[in-house]
């Protein structure tokens, strides 16, 4: 498959959810920070309508091109795509001469396009190079991780980042085999994963959080995360809104973390009375428990079945 196709597959997950609790208004200008296939960077830019704008963004730099091609030579002035990772959002945002944003997006899942893609590595359903970077300009790949890592290193990034139970048998086994001859691709990796653990069993393939686990390791992804969410909020407007799509529970709890230390509190003081705290800007939540995919859409597009949104406004 080539690197490049203009032509996207990914779908969006919680697309209808994304715009009635964002709630874009004609005029606004909002940020898509994980821009992707654009899915929900068109829904965004109907709502916006000719007097709005967005503000696109992505590490992937086919991602970026995809988007160009797809909806900025039919957009004009109304969108913009910079590639570049949402934990310079602010950065980014302030460089296009915006000083606030009404409202961000972030959607933290893999891209169907990256999956698909075998040149990416991204996967164990697609044979290709142990690559997993999400922008491959520079910076250490996944075969790097397996091949030169200690075995005890190997051990806590699988713990740690793919909340993996048999990471100690998984590393064991990888660090033997490297010593025959080093690792090169994603199939080569997946079959030994699957040997150390007994082979398949059930409909999670064992090599799937190990896959998860060497991705956010290569992509830093969990501090990215914080400081995107950090950024994000820095530059939204009061009344802004802001949205986060998690995928599994690691990123989720940084979300949820974030948003619940930003949402002020009453707490009793020692000499009696309270007194309200909570991390500045403060923010409100828009929907008290994360908003997850209906059953149509589980059905339909499988990768929404562990999608999470949780959307806050700011309040000061």
Do not use: W, Y
């Amino acid at each position: 498959m080539s690197d490049f196709e203009d032509e996207t597959v990914h779908e969006p997950v919680l697309a209808a959810e994304v715009v009635e609790l964002l709630a874009p208004a004609p005029g606004e200008t909002f940020v898509d920070a994980t821009v992707g296939g654009g899915g929900h960077a068109a829904l965004l830019l109907e709502r916006l309508g000719d007097n709005g704008f967005l503000l696109g963004l992505d590490r992937d730099g086919d991602a970026i091109a995809r988007c160009r091609a797809r909806l900025g030579a039919a957009r004009g002035e109304r969108c913009r795509f910079v590639q570049g990772p949402f934990s310079r959002v602010a950065e980014m945002v302030r460089r296009q001469g915006l000083a606030a944003v009404d409202g961000v997006l972030m959607d933290i899942g893999m891209s169907s396009d990256q999956l698909r893609d075998s040149g990416r590595g991204m996967s164990f359903l697609v044979d290709g190079p142990l690559d997993m970077r999400m922008d491959r300009a520079g910076g250490p790949t996944a075969a790097d991780l397996v091949n030169g890592l200690p075995e005890e290193r190997l051990r806590d990034i699988l713990m740690r980042f793919g909340e993996e139970r048999r990471a100690r048998r998984i590393a064991a086994a990888i660090a033997a085999r490297r010593e025959e001859h080093p690792f090169a691709t994603t199939a080569d990796l997946a079959a030994v994963v699957e040997r150390a653990t007994g082979g398949r069993r059930g409909r999670i393939h064992p090599a799937t959080r190990v896959f998860q686990a060497l991705r956010i390791a290569v992509n830093d992804e969990l501090d990215e995360l914080a400081a995107g969410l950090s950024g994000a909020l820095s530059v939204l407007r009061v009344d802004g809104r802001m949205g986060v799509i998690s995928f599994h529970s690691l990123e989720d709890r940084i979300v949820k973390r974030f948003f619940a230390a930003h949402t002020p509190r009453e707490v009793a003081l020692a000499g009696g009375g309270t007194q309200r705290v909570g991390e500045a800007p403060p923010v409100e939540r828009v929907n008290r428990k994360p908003v997850t995919a209906s059953a149509a859409e589980r059905e339909r597009n499988p990768r929404s079945r562990s999608a999470r949104l949780r959307v806050v406004r700011r309040t000061g």
